[in-house]
């Protein structure tokens, strides 16, 4: 892909700011205090430099306007409250002065509205904080019948101290009710609360005036697009220094979401990943060493709680987790894993044979599974023989399984996030002649497609491909070549929807300051197929779609309000293979709905997945706790039902007992879905061979 060169061109736009809107009652805004914090003249230099990048440089061609301006500010007050807890209605109508003004502070380099409503949501967490502490002098009164919705999106901000105290009672008494229910005494139940409340408290009081410039320029930079972001220096070095130390351990990634710790990447290969007790999304409230207490970890910076999670290799540490699908009223599970240092080895494909019957005929499969698009740069630089990479280790398991002789392959792509463009590219060559796999559409309009120049094929037999939602970028532009091509089957969930292209850009070299200022990560780029059609957004659509307990609406890039839209380009010159075809696949997709009517396995799944959806949906708990218990039991079940209905692993919620390593199981247990991907080959291979 070609180098991107960024030049500055001077931005100058205005906008007219309205007057505050009247109509309601105020509580008085918290009086300015020596302690209030301020911005640097660096960091107003900053801002005009990053509104300049972005409005000329970014993918998306916006213009910095009241529209915008409003967005950005809606995105602030939503990143700093949230849950619309700690701000009063009038303290947000006091704001709205700043709403179509906020692109003219980006321009001129001001901060005000910035800091203005920090230091007002400062003030209103330490009154929220003073009421914690008096709230926690004896226990909550459990047998009271009341009732707490969870979901505060669409909520509004309460309209006086006492409508806020009330929400605030119930918040807590929320809180201390799932502790209890986990076997907690009251006292252990007032302490754990108490020590909640003193994390985050500390971690409130360590915010700096450079934390809150990020979180202000984020709000400008995601309403971009979701993956432009600027970086404090703080951050940026953390995430140029320490990415590959945080890999150690037990292989998760780690971010701040609001309160929590929030896993934002699994690493194939480590711990986390072979457990598969951890997805994206989850967040972390506790941590302990061994059979040592849990250390609470709401409102924990991620750095100190890295420090918790990593240890010496073989060493056990013990998570209570809340899942990124958890039912309202759900408890955190807890879960084990044993800290190891990941491997290259370890994120490498794997390959495996299985047998399906199907029409009473059994069928040799090769299963080739690829956690990531991996490729050893250094290696390929340096041209040294066998370096590490996805398609050579791919290349060398397809001619071993065709020396076995096996009926069809199967590529598994199910939670591979993506990695090596170039691999994506290579790795479709082995399926196809030469020709193009790949289109680049830069921000300037320019398109660049990307081809396997390699004549040969590897594999020409019948091929099935699975994915689900969060197989992304990389591995959607090989689905959808490998569809395009009509080279092999598609099977699963509709992938994330990840068709763009970032680049790093370091501001210190625009701006001649004495002191770091940070990065700007920058959407520059779109993927499109070859038949034009983008992965952005929509991502691939499978031949044959199997039920998913993951939405596009919660999960994947559509259920992000910034997400750059799907759009179309002219197709790009490819020959169709005579593989598979449309009359074919209506054939496998007819066979498989018929299955569907008496297969038990995959009718419980479906009606399992139904019933998670209602369940999700249901966001008001009882506050009462003979009630409460009996919602998280019912819960309880629903989720260990799908778990083993989809052949997954069972956290437990009782500290006690440990959740079993899959490996120490005496049978393995059934990829339900991997038997389903096989009984599609079959009939894959069936139709081709016998057509009907």
């Not at 809340?322 to 190891?340: F, H, M, T, W």
């Not at 059994?362 to 630089?381: N, S």
């Not at 380009?569 to 498989?592: G, P």
Request: proline share 4%; hydrophobic share 35%.
């Amino acid at each position: 892909m070609r180098k991107y060169l960024i030049t500055l061109v001077p931005v100058l736009m205005l906008s007219l700011q309205p007057g505050p809107q009247a109509g309601m009652s105020a509580v008085p805004l918290p009086p300015p205090s020596a302690d209030d914090l301020k911005p640097s003249v660096s960091q107003e230099h900053v801002e005009q430099l990053v509104a300049r990048l972005l409005t000329t440089h970014h993918y998306r061609k916006v213009r910095l306007n009241d529209s915008l301006s409003s967005v950005v500010f809606d995105n602030y007050l939503k990143e700093l409250d949230g849950n619309k807890a700690y701000f009063l209605a009038s303290d947000v109508n006091s704001f709205e002065k700043y709403r179509n003004n906020i692109d003219d502070q980006l321009i001129n380099g001001e901060l005000t509205a910035a800091y203005d409503i920090y230091n007002v949501f400062r003030k209103r967490y330490q009154e929220r904080n003073k009421f914690v502490q008096e709230n926690f002098v004896k226990p909550f009164d459990f047998t009271v019948d009341e009732t707490f919705n969870t979901d505060r999106e669409k909520a509004n901000w309460p309209k006086s101290i006492e409508e806020q105290n009330d929400l605030w009672r119930k918040l807590l008494k929320n809180q201390s009710l799932e502790l209890k229910l986990t076997g907690k005494a009251d006292t252990s139940v007032v302490n754990s609360m108490k020590s909640r409340y003193k994390n985050l408290d500390r971690y409130m009081s360590r915010i700096k005036a450079e934390d809150v410039f990020q979180i202000y320029m984020n709000s400008f930079a995601e309403s971009l697009d979701p993956h432009t972001n600027y970086m404090s220096p703080r951050s940026a070095d953390r995430f140029n220094q320490e990415m590959s130390a945080s890999l150690e351990g037990i292989g998760a990634l780690l971010q701040e979401d609001g309160d929590y710790i929030k896993i934002s990447d699994i690493v194939p290969g480590g711990p986390a990943f072979k457990s598969k007790l951890l997805t994206k999304g989850d967040k972390i409230v506790g941590v302990a060493q061994g059979e040592g207490q849990v250390v609470n970890i709401v409102g924990y910076q991620v750095d100190d709680a890295v420090k918790l999670i990593k240890g010496p290799k073989g060493t056990t540490v013990r998570l209570q987790i809340q899942s990124n699908d958890a039912i309202a009223g759900a408890p955190p599970k807890e879960i084990r894993l044993v800290r190891e240092k990941i491997k290259l080895e370890e994120q490498r494909a794997k390959k495996e044979v299985i047998e399906v019957t199907q029409n009473q005929k059994k069928y040799k499969l090769g299963v080739i599974t690829i956690p990531v698009f991996y490729r050893d740069f250094e290696g390929a630089r340096k041209r040294e023989e066998g370096f590490a990479s996805t398609t050579g280790d791919v290349q060398k398991f397809l001619n071993e399984l065709k020396a076995e002789k096996v009926d069809g392959v199967v590529v598994d792509l199910r939670d591979n996030g993506g990695g090596s463009l170039t691999e994506a590219i290579t790795l479709t060559g082995l399926f196809i002649s030469r020709g193009p796999v790949v289109q680049v559409k830069e921000a300037q309009g320019d398109i660049e497609v990307q081809t396997d120049p390699d004549p040969s094929i590897i594999y020409d037999g019948p091929l099935a491909v699975m994915v689900n939602r969060f197989s992304a970028s990389a591995s959607e532009i090989f689905a959808a070549a490998i569809q395009d091509y009509k080279r092999g089957l598609i099977v699963g969930s509709q992938t994330y929807g990840k068709g763009t292209v970032q680049t790093m850009v370091d501001l210190n070299t625009w701006l001649k300051e004495s002191e770091k200022v940070g990065q700007v990560k920058m959407t520059i780029a779109k993927f499109y197929r070859i038949n034009g059609s983008s992965t952005q957004h929509k991502g691939v659509t499978p031949d044959i779609e199997l039920p998913s307990a993951f939405s596009a609406e919660e999960y994947g890039e559509s259920s992000q309000p910034s997400a750059l839209p799907w759009d179309q380009i002219a197709s790009a010159r490819f020959d169709v293979t005579r593989s598979l075809d449309d009359k074919i696949i209506a054939k496998i997709r007819e066979r498989y709905e018929q299955r569907l009517k008496s297969d038990t396995d995959m009718k419980q799944l479906m009606a399992d997945f139904a019933e998670l959806k209602r369940a999700k949906e249901k966001t008001v708990v009882s506050l009462q706790e003979s009630k409460r218990k009996k919602e998280r039991d019912d819960a309880e079940k629903r989720r260990k039902s799908i778990s083993a209905s989809a052949g997954e692993p069972v956290a437990t919620n009782d500290s006690t007992t440990p959740a079993k390593d899959p490996k120490d199981a005496k049978a393995p247990k059934k990829d339900l879905y991997l038997d389903e991907c096989g009984k599609l080959l079959a009939d894959y291979i069936a139709f081709t061979k016998n057509p009907q």
